[in-house]
T-cell receptor, first 111, second 114 residues
Framework: LAKTTQPISMDSYEGQEVNITCSHN???????ITWYQQFPSQGPRFIIQ???TKVTNEVASLFIPADRKSSTLSLPRVSLSDTAVYYC????????????FGIGTKLQVIP | EAGVAQSPRYKIIEKRQSVAFWCNPI?????LYWYQQILGQGPKLLIQ????????DSQLPKDRFSAERLKGVDSTLKIQPAKLEDSAVYLC????????????FGPGTRLTVT
């Protein structure tokens, strides 16, 4: 299973776009990149998942370059309520292989 | 759609006592996970069930932790005897199936061992 590396923490002002980059150098052909968000005292919540290029939903965008060795989660115009820990995971398609959560990136949005 | 239910929400016990946590996954979800999350760390998978069979329990401390998922629905996680280092939040999650399927997490049980 590919190991992921992401910054431990980030600060951003309200209204700014936030980009969190995750490195996964050993990603395999069948692996997908998945991001979860966790607020204090809550379980993680799925944000977005992608395989290559760009994926966008109502919450975020996920950019994955052609070599897939990294990915960037983009949060447009963050608000105070986006303060949370964001986890980048590499997930194997097919089968039931476990997912591994790292420490994640603690995003602090400043007013 | 009802989410993943867990109980109790909080539990305080003394070391060497036993404790049990209960999880009711989203209806129809075949895969159920138990995670341990220590303060400041990401969730660590303890055990993964597919229906009522165990898919992965490689990180479950089997000398003190046990889990079951009878009839492929509800699940219980037990610790006996508890140690101080077991203080953590225990999260239950479920998904339609394993792999790429989105995991839905419950609110967790915060365990304090004194």
């Amino acid at each position: 299973l590919a190991k992921t590396t992401q910054p431990i923490s980030m600060d951003s002002y309200e209204g700014q776009e936030v980009n969190i980059t995750c490195s996964h150098n050993n990603i395999a052909t069948n692996d997908y990149i998945t991001w979860y968000q966790q607020f204090p005292s809550q379980g993680p919540r799925f944000i977005i998942q992608g395989y290559k290029t760009k994926v966008t939903n109502e919450v975020a965008s996920l950019f994955i370059p052609a070599d897939r060795k990294s990915s960037t989660l983009s949060l447009p115009r963050v608000s105070l309520s986006d303060t949370a820990v964001y986890y980048c995971l590499v997930v194997v398609s097919g089968g039931y292989q476990k997912v591994t959560f790292g420490i994640g990136t603690k995003l602090q949005v400043i007013p | 759609e009802a989410g993943v239910a867990q109980s109790p929400r909080y539990k305080i016990i003394e070391k060497r006592q036993s404790v049990a946590f209960w999880c009711n996954p989203i209806s129809g979800h075949a895969t159920l996970y138990w995670y341990q999350q220590i303060l400041g760390q990401g969730p660590k998978l303890l055990i993964q069930f597919q229906n009522n069979g165990v898919v992965d329990d490689s990180q479950l401390p089997k000398d003190r932790f046990s889990a079951e998922r009878l009839k492929g629905v509800d699940s219980t996680l037990k610790i006996q005897p508890a140690k101080l280092e077991d203080s953590a939040v225990y999260l239950c999650a479920s998904s339609a199936s394993g792999g790429l399927y989105e995991q839905y997490f419950g609110p967790g049980t915060r365990l304090t061992v004194t």
